[in-house]
């Protein structure tokens, strides 16, 4: 009987580990429970958990910030910092069979106690068959990502650049205040630079021209994206054409432009969006260089 998400092992799971038979009639209920704190706590609606997202969730399950802590270790190695959803349910799967009891699971935290016996999520039909599918279907009413995009994000693992060259920096807008990623807005109106002021500016060595084509980081490990109204989002945790812009070097500072021939630009206020047509003072960039990487 299937268990893990797609009937595929975690390649993290502790060597050794066996799924106990009696949690084999219990996966749906239980997937059932992830799902339900996952929209509980993914209101960006983007396909991924970021770290404390993960967290939130595994408390709404019951699960101890111990216990939840030890899993990022399994299921981040990478230090990305977003989990995919198909290792976020595995993750639950996984405290639920009794993992982190396992010698190899390395863990000697306190255990979660009585967290069967918890009542709150368990208001879901247990003999209706849990399709990871439908977990992707149902964020088309509150997304305008694609389906292909959501679900990619479930049955995949997150991609990471293979080569890339690059370094961070603050980007400074025309009215005097910094380019900022913010729980799933970007803005530019921080007068100081933080960590959610901080942006790597990225280019892979196999893109053509990418001496002067870039991808933007955010601190959240995602990418500054344009999208086909020109408006700017910050949840894309691969780079593809609307995550690439055009770098272009003026004596005054920096422009930068996207696929759709928009410039970035903020206006007064602090909005932001690549609506600029034409290169003025609003689209002119001062950005700092924070600290030279090699990624």
């Known amino acids: ?25 219990q996966v749906q209920q ?32 019951g699960i101890n910030k111990f216990e939840a802590r030890h899993m990022l270790s399994f299921v981040d190695r990478e230090r990305l910092k977003v989990v995919s959803i198909k290792n976020y349910v595995n993750a639950y799967l996984f405290i639920k069979s009794g993992g982190l009891n396992h010698i190899n699971a390395d863990y ?19 003999g209706e068959p849990f399709n990871f599918a439908q977990l992707a279907k149902r964020h088309l009413s509150n997304t305008t990502q694609p389906l292909s995009f959501i679900a990619q994000n479930i049955f995949q693992p997150i991609p990471r650049p293979k080569y890339v060259v690059g370094y961070t920096q603050s980007m400074k807008a025309a009215n005097g205040m910094y380019l900022c990623s913010e729980n799933g807005r970007v803005v530019a109106d921080r007068p100081v630079v933080g960590p959610w002021e901080n942006f790597y500016l990225m280019s892979d060595t196999d893109w053509t021209d990418w001496v002067s084509i870039c991808a933007l980081r955010t601190w959240w490990h995602t990418y500054l994206c344009c999208d086909n109204d020109n408006s700017i989002v910050d949840n894309r945790i691969a780079i593809g054409g609307w995550e690439k812009f055009t770098v272009e070097v003026h004596s005054s500072g920096t422009s930068f432009r996207a696929w759709t021939g928009g410039y970035l630009t903020a206006d007064a206020a602090g909005n932001v969006s690549f609506n600029a047509t034409s290169i003025g003072p609003n689209e002119i960039w001062t950005c700092k260089v924070l600290s030279s990487v090699y990624l």
């Open 108 to 126: 000697q935290g306190p255990l979660t106690s009585s967290v069967d016996q918890r009542t709150h999520m368990n208001n879901t039909d247990p």
């Open 30 to 61: 239980l997937c059932k429970q992830a799902e339900t704190a996952y929209n509980q706590v993914d209101l960006e609606r983007n396909g991924f958990l970021r770290r404390r997202e993960f967290k939130k969730a595994m408390k709404r399950l």
């Open 1 to 25: 009987m299937q268990f893990w998400v797609q009937d595929v092992q975690p390649k993290w799971l502790p060597e050794g580990f066996q799924v106990p038979t009696e949690m084999l009639n």
